[in-house]
Structure formats: structure tokens, C-alpha cells
Nanobody, 113 residues
């Protein structure tokens, strides 16, 4: 069974940090690009960060320098470290294997001002 399960969301004050984790099962993790996306209320889902199976990364301009994506292929895990959080980072964050169109259920991140 294919599953992507996120954890680590929560409520944090502006300027704070959160670390999101995602464990994947039922997929060829090493062969997949893995990413984090987010969707704020009333807005479309957008890319936050993605890491290819070769380790290349791409970040949204809005999070560049504040977020770091990483992966552990031995554990089928992908992480998103978020620092200097802003209220506009508030959203549901989704783990994804985007080129396989696989998505987790999402984890809420709320940043208070």
C-alpha cells in the first residue's frame, strides 16, 4: 500500500521554526523526486521545495533561504526544516512524490503574528 505520512506541523510564533517529516511506504523511494507543497485557505496548492533522486533541490522564492529540504533514502524519509517563519507560511503542508502523483494527507502549519 502506497502511503506518505507527514508529521511535525503545529502552531508557532512568527520568527520560530518547525521541522516537518514524511515517511513513505510502498514506493520506490530512491527513484522518486520528493517534495513539499502547501495550500493556504482560498489559494492554490504551491511548491515549497523539491529534491530529485540525485539530490538537486528547488525552492519557492518565498521560502528560499528559510527552508531546507533533505531526504534519507535508507529510511524512506523526507524532511523540511523551516526557519524564520512568517504568518504567510500558514498552510496545510503536503509531502509528495510529485512525478508519481503521490500525496500525503497533509499537516497543518500555523504561524501566529
Amino acid at each position: 500500500q502506497v502511503q506518505l505520512v507527514e508529521s511535525g506541523g503545529g502552531l508557532v510564533q512568527a520568527g520560530g521554526s518547525l521541522n516537518l517529516s514524511c515517511v513513505a511506504s510502498g514506493i520506490d523511494f530512491r527513484s522518486n523526486a520528493m517534495g513539499w507543497y502547501r495550500q493556504a485557505p482560498g489559494k492554490q496548492r504551491e511548491l515549497v521545495a523539491v529534491m530529485t533522486n540525485g539530490g538537486s533541490t528547488k525552492y519557492a522564492e518565498s521560502v528560499e533561504g528559510r527552508c531546507t529540504i533533505s531526504r534519507d533514502n535508507a529510511e524512506n524519509m523526507v524532511y523540511l526544516e523551516m526557519n524564520s517563519l512568517k504568518p504567510e507560511d500558514t498552510a496545510v503542508y503536503y509531502c509528495s512524490a510529485p512525478y508519481s502523483d503521490l500525496w500525503g494527507q497533509g499537516t497543518q502549519v500555523t504561524v501566529s503574528s
